[in-house]
């Protein structure tokens, strides 16, 4: 099993990047952002506790994220690997996942962070905002989730860091070539399917 973290501020394209990985190699795609906004249009109870955090730009509590990841690795046991795009996204987020997939044999093989100035994410974020209806991509809320990635996430690749796993790569060049330099990377550890 190869487990991948793809790590970066809003807007530097994890999930832009996730579709062309998990197709190209075969990998399970857990997305917290895209686990959280389904909660949100079914009105769960989740999903309304966790609206209140993304519409002003926050991360949501840590313990509801965690709850939520623990099910989906259940959901496919005979996964090649799982590409972990935007989670964890605090240290106690990294911890937890740690602590996960050390019960099921297998731990973190690399963790990819994509670079991205700021002034880059934010005029995709709002452009996105121009046709995504998402209530996170204003200006606004934008800059306070750029905000709460350097004061909680940006820690988490440190951490990767002290454990020799995290490689960075330039975020802002095309779609194509910023996916030829993550592969590079990632052939390191896992080959191509398709
Ligand atoms: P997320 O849904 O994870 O996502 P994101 O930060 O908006 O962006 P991503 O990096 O995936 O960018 P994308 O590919 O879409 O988070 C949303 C919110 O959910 C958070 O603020 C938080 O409240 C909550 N949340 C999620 N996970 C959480 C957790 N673990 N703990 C607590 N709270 C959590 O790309 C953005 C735009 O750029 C797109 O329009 C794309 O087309 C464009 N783009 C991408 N790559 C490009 C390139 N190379 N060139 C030009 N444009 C590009």
Do not use: C, W
Request: no cysteine; hydrophobic share 30%.
């Amino acid at each position: 099993m190869f487990n991948l973290v793809l790590f970066g501020p809003p807007g530097s394209g994890k999930g832009t990047q996730s579709e062309n990985i998990l197709t190209t190699y075969d990998l399970q795609h857990i997305s917290t952002g895209d686990l959280l906004r389904d909660e949100v249009s079914r009105h769960t109870p989740l999903g309304t506790e966790a609206k209140k955090y993304m519409d002003q730009g926050m991360l949501v509590p840590d313990e509801v994220v965690i709850g939520m990841i623990s099910g989906k690795i259940d959901d496919t046991p005979d996964a090649r690997g799982f590409i972990f795009d935007g989670f964890p996204r605090t240290r106690p987020q990294a911890d937890a996942l740690d602590k996960l997939l050390e019960f099921k044999n297998t731990k973190i093989h690399l963790v990819l962070a994509l670079d991205v100035p700021e002034h880059e994410l934010i005029k995709r974020l709002v452009h996105r905002g121009t046709t995504s209806g998402r209530s996170d991509d204003t200006e606004e809320v934008i800059t306070k989730r750029i905000k709460e990635y350097h004061a909680k996430t940006k820690p988490v690749a440190d951490y990767y860091n002290e454990h020799g796993k995290l490689e960075h790569v330039i975020g802002d060049h095309t779609i194509e070539e910023t996916f030829k330099t993550l592969s590079k990377h990632i052939n390191k550890y896992l080959l191509p399917v398709t």
